[in-house]
């Protein structure tokens, strides 16, 4: 019987799953049951079916009666007395029935059913995504890519040192393999380019570690999840190219290249800022990351791939870094996909998509008016044009006299993932997907369900005001604030949270957009910043903190909801009802903690109305979230009285300090307990 790795002959020559040593997929289950060269079981081969392991009188001589009109029986007596009745299949009207050893005139035929069935059957279990590492998984999940295998016996290492090598068109993975545990892993390219060479040791090293054993873990529970995660955005860039003409991991490398270069010029112009004077590098990379025109990183965070971080959690705390993954990251995932039907602009390979200098030297009128900062200098590489195949050439037809069947351009563009999802409004929304000149589809959900869904059984009416309660626990360091020790136990404060949503509109949750120049993604960096710290600090305020415990308040938490409140609700809460009391008033004094109300408008401008009590009075401040994540305290009550210096000592203390403040601390709560301590 054939074996699965059945491809056309490479225009290199034999292929692996041709060479003679090539391994047959095994058809246990089990990673470590049968041995290696097992016979393989593939949906896919010709007339393959569970009955060619096992055949019983009828199955054998199916094959001669596929055309037959009379029923086959794998019991003799019944055959017999089937057929003494004088009785044909048409007489039972089974036309287009297939039921075990009974084989239809008309329609389809039981090994199309079978091979439709064990397709799903097997489209089923790689959803799972639960095989284990193991020789067979390896491969198995290499067939399952369309990929080539081969493996090789490691001279010296014993009978059971093995080499498997996954091979496609523009590039390999080797894999070196002992009693089903993988002690090498290394990741080549068929081609010497240097864009991508200089990355192959760091996708390399996370290949590895998918594979590799967690000390003190079995290889029984050693799963392929995160090397299957990986291998396949290899395997998509590898199915794309076009061998020769097109190599979507260059073009990848080559995007990598324009922005690295960008991102080092950041830094330069950082550096000759005297706001960050004496930063070091690292810090001044963070600053460059989450201020200027981000920050490219190939194959990072156990990631295989292009990621392009435009925001990051505690960006300003001088222990964060690029490549900190203790904090959470916001990033533009870049990789290729096929083209879709509609209009699109094809992938380009260029590592030129921005000039040396950077910076535009002649600029146009419409430029210099709308200019708010520097003026990049972006270039149009060439398009790509690929000759056709010999498939096409062959066909021939309609192409060939219209003259359509000359050079085209590849069906495959640049496609955008964002990592996490960013939940915006529908207008800003519209404006990202301009770069993509598609369609964005009318949504029925508002920004606020989004950002906190609606529980299920609530009712809820999207043009209704929405009320969120909350008690959030705030970890304070007064101590350190006063000057004194840092290393005391911070003082727990419970805060009782409640946001307000007076005018909804409706949202969208951003994942993909296909885009066709670097610059498109740099061009929507500061609204995605925008909303992404305005995420954050409703995060921070309405939603549980990992890592810190609740503090002790009298049982704050037990009517807290994410559910929208109804005019009753309201009502009661107006009277001073016991029923309703968890949604009323709360004194600074209550058990409950410090209340404090925020009230959402999430357009045109992001802002958060926030009140809460502060000394004799209500303490009542505007905050806006710009372009950018920048925040501005547009109005206030309270910061009048501040006549404290700065740090520097040169200046008094004014509102856009405190806005300052609320940037470096990302958390609302923290932020106002800072403010009540310092200025009541």
């Known amino acids: 019987m054939s074996t699965p790795m059945r491809h056309g002959p490479s225009q290199q020559g034999r292929t ?9 997929t095994p058809q246990a289950s089990t990673p470590f049951s049968n041995p290696q060269t097992a016979p393989a079981f593939s949906p896919h081969g010709p007339k393959s079916s569970p009955q060619q392991f096992k055949k019983s009188p009828a199955t054998a001589t199916s094959a001669t009666i596929a055309n037959s009109m009379t029923a086959n029986f794998d019991s003799p007596s019944a055959a017999a007395a089937y057929n003494t009745l004088g ?88 894999v070196g393999i002992t009693n089903h545990v993988v002690h090498f892993a290394s990741l080549t390219y068929s081609d010497p380019i240097p864009s991508l060479e200089k990355h192959v040791d760091k996708a390399s090293a996370i290949l590895l570690k998918d594979l590799s054993l967690a000390p003190g873990q079995s290889p029984l529970t050693k799963r392929l999840t995160q090397f299957r995660a990986n291998f396949e955005r290899l395997a998509n860039l590898d199915k794309l190219s076009v061998t020769p003409g097109l190599n979507c991991h260059e073009a990848i490398a080559g995007v990598w290249e324009s922005l690295e270069k960008l991102h080092r010029w950041d830094v330069q112009q950082l550096r000759e800022d005297p706001s960050f004077r004496n930063m070091s590098d690292e810090r001044l ?32 705390i001088g222990s964060t870094t690029v490549d900190t993954e203790k904090f959470k990251t916001w990033a533009i995932l870049i990789e290729c996909a096929p083209g879709s039907g509609m209009v699109y602009n094809p992938i380009r390979v260029s590592e030129k998509w921005i000039g040396d200098g950077m910076e535009k030297s002649n600029l146009t009128d419409e430029e210099m008016v709308s200019a708010t900062g520097p003026v990049l200098d972006w270039l149009e590489p060439a398009n790509i044009l690929l000759p056709p195949t010999e498939e096409q050439k062959a066909e021939g037809g309609l192409d060939s006299v219209v003259g359509l069947s000359g050079p085209k351009p590849p069906d495959v563009m640049f496609i955008a993932t964002f990592d996490p999802p960013v939940i915006v409004p529908h207008a800003v ?67 009782r949270n409640t946001l307000f949503i ?7 949750v951003l994942t993909q957009i296909p885009f066709s120049h670097p610059k498109d993604l740099v061009a929507i960096q500061p609204l995605l ?11 921070n305020s309405l939603k549980p903190k990992d890592g810190i415990r609740k503090a002790d308040d009298a049982g704050g938490n037990k009517n807290d909801s994410l559910a929208p409140q109804t005019k009753q609700d309201e009502f009661h809460s107006f009277l001073g009802n016991p029923t309703g009391s968890s949604q009323g008033k709360t004194e600074t004094s209550s058990p409950e903690g410090l209340k404090v109300d925020i009230t959402l408008t999430a357009h045109p401008v992001p802002r958060l109305s926030l009140v809460f009590p502060f000394k004799d009075y209500t303490a009542n401040i505007m905050v806006e979230i710009r372009p950018g994540g920048r925040v501005q305290i547009l109005n206030d009550n309270i910061f009048h009285t501040d006549t404290a210096m700065v ?30 301590h310092s200025l009541e």
């Open 16 to 24: 692996p799953s041709q060479h003679p040593a090539a391994a047959h």
């Open 87 to 174: 009785m044909t299949i048409n007489d039972l009207n089974l036309d287009n029935l297939s039921v075990g050893g009974l084989v239809a005139a008309a329609g389809r035929t039981d090994e199309e059913d079978r091979k439709k069935r064990i397709d799903a059957v097997i489209a089923a279990l790689w959803a799972q995504n639960s095989s284990r590492v193991s020789n067979q998984g390896l491969e198995r999940l290499a067939i399952h890519l369309n990929l080539e295998c081969l493996w090789e016996d490691v001279k010296g290492g014993g009978d059971n040192a093995k080499t498997l090598i996954i091979a496609g068109q523009t590039m390999a993975v080797e």
């Open 285 to 316: 990379r963070v600053f460059a990351l989450c201020l200027r025109h981000g920050c490219p990183l190939m194959h990072t965070r156990g990631r295989i791939g292009l990621s392009f971080d435009y925001w990051k959690e505690r960006r300003k």
């Open 429 to 495: 929304a519209q404006e990202i997907h301009k770069i993509s000149a598609t369609n964005l589809p009318l949504s029925n959900v508002t920004f606020d369900a989004l950002m906190f869904p609606i529980a299920d059984g609530s009712s809820y009416d999207p043009s209704e005001p929405r009320e969120i309660i909350f008690t959030q626990t705030i970890p304070t360091f007064f101590t350190a604030l006063d000057g004194q020790s840092r290393g005391e136990e911070p003082i727990l404060k419970a805060h």
């Open 502 to 508: 007076y005018k909804p509109v409706y949202g969208h």
């Open 529 to 539: 910043r925008q909303y992404a710290f305005l995420s954050l600090l409703l995060t």
């Open 647 to 676: 740090r520097s000592g040169d200046r008094k203390r004014v509102p856009q300090d405190w806005a300052n403040a609320l940037e470096t601390m990302e958390d609302i709560g923290a932020w106002i307990e800072v403010v009540k």
